[in-house]
């Protein structure tokens, strides 16, 4: 079919709320590595998607799942060495409290039964969030994302969920000019704990480096500070790490590792399965015993052979092909580039990252900050254009995001950089 053909079908059969990627679609057929290829075989540089996380269709991931697809697939019910196997290499990666695994099939999932482990944990309800946060699309995760419950169409937060502003130090209420700002930014959360205190607080739940929100590194001390808070009044404290773990930042494994903590829950989606629908719950043994309550946990899918054979084939890749330090190398020299687009173009107010999760913040003026979201629109679709895939993102989509397949190379960051360059210098 024509790409035409496939849009007005989807349009026909899908709900029309699924959004398409560029004002020009991309009709993909084929993936290999940091690669896609659409219908009529033009080349794509995937800068984008972060779920093909060891790279699209890695021969290694792909021929695991086919040989456990022919030789078995069942669920949790009956023994099997590769859950337990997948489980202990995945504890391996994080601190030593974090004993005990849970496996489902999508981040969504995973935040559920992160939300259901704190609350038996804790019997209490109130749960505080990251301004513009996102968390996944069940009911429950609408009303604790605050992107999607106070967007367009969204009914607001239910009164158990209590919102702090999101600590931006470039366009946030306390900027990087204050060397208070963690601390400030940590008391909207002391506020919710005395204002919730005869119903007590559940927990607080946050991405390490909230990327919904626009990419951003929160203030050193913020999770310190935070984390002693809520623990202090009773709560557990929630790493959404769907996007920023698994070596992703460079520097560290986990995103929560980059500030000095250690959450007592976290929550693994995206890239851990490459593609394939893996989300997973880490926590310690003390919250896991709270659960087992007397009532059966049970997903059909969650922990399946094939899931536990892909899983562990990506978590080996990461390892086994250093991907983490390799991210680091590519994103250091990415970022350094990038960052002097601030004194080259007017346009580029804020560059940020670590590893191969990076933000470029483009604004109409650089005094006020004000959001340059038509500019980011017309950017992306530039680089569509010229065969490189990147995304926006932030409250005002005027952050371009990029977070490519960790296979993603010293080259590839050239191009992409000197693309970008050219795309700015020519107009938007
Ligand atoms: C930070 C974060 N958490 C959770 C989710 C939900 O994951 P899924 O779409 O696999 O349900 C997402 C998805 O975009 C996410 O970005």
């Not at 024509?2 to 991309?26: D, F, H, M």
């Not at 949790?76 to 196997?85: G, K, P, Q």
């Not at 997973?280 to 946990?297: H, K, L, P, W, Y």
Request: aromatic share 8%; charged share 20%; proline share 4%.
């Amino acid at each position: 079919m024509s790409k035409a053909e496939t849009l007005a079908r989807r349009r026909q059969l899908l709900g029309n709320n699924l959004s398409i990627a560029y004002q020009n679609p991309v009709k993909i057929v084929r993936g290999s590595m940091q690669y896609l290829y659409d219908d009529e075989g033009r080349e794509y540089l995937d800068a984008y998607n972060n779920v093909a996380h060891v790279g699209h269709c890695h021969p290694r991931v792909v021929a695991t799942g086919q040989q456990q697809m022919a030789l078995l697939n069942t669920n949790t019910r009956y023994l099997s060495d590769l859950i337990n196997e997948y489980a202990a290499r995945l504890i391996a990666t994080l601190p030593q409290q974090l004993k005990v695994c849970f496996f489902v099939n999508s981040g969504s999932e995973a935040n559920e039964l992160a939300l259901r482990l704190a609350r038996a944990h804790t019997k209490a309800m109130h749960l505080v969030v990251l301004d513009h946060a996102y968390h996944g699309n069940t009911t429950t995760l609408i009303d604790i994302s605050p992107y999607k419950h106070n967007g367009p169409g969204g009914p607001g937060a239910p009164p158990w969920v209590h919102t702090v502003p999101l600590p931006d130090l470039y366009r946030g209420l306390y900027r990087s000019d204050d060397v208070e700002a963690a601390d400030k930014y940590a008391q909207h959360v002391n506020e919710v704990i005395q204002q919730v205190r005869t119903d007590r607080v559940c927990g607080f739940i946050a991405e390490s480096m909230p990327s919904v929100g626009g990419q951003i590194f929160l203030p050193e001390n913020y999770f310190t500070k935070v984390y002693a808070a809520v623990r202090s009044a009773g709560g557990v404290c929630i790493a959404d790490e769907v996007q920023t773990g698994y070596g992703r930042i460079g520097t560290h494994f986990w995103g929560f590792e980059k500030y000095g903590v250690v959450p007592d829950i976290v929550v693994l989606g995206k890239p851990i399965g490459n593609g394939h629908p893996i989300g997973a719950v880490i926590t310690t043994r003390e919250i896991a015993d709270s659960f087992d309550n007397g009532m059966e946990f049970f997903s059909t899918f969650g922990g399946n052979n094939v899931s536990c054979a892909i899983g562990l084939a990506v978590l080996r890749t990461v390892l086994e092909e250093n991907l983490e330090s390799h991210a680091e190398q590519v994103g250091s020299q990415m970022l350094e580039r990038l960052r002097k687009f601030t004194s080259q173009f007017d346009i580029v107010g804020d560059v940020r990252g670590s590893g191969l999760f990076l933000g470029v913040e483009l604004v109409n003026d650089r005094a006020m900050r004000e959001p340059a979201t038509e500019a980011a629109t017309s950017v992306v679709n530039q680089m569509r254009e010229e065969g490189i895939l990147i995304g926006t993102d932030g409250p005002f989509h005027n952050v371009l995001k990029i977070r490519p397949p960790m296979c993603f190379t010293s080259a590839d960051g050239d191009r992409l950089v000197e693309e970008l360059a050219r795309v700015l210098s020519g107009g938007y």
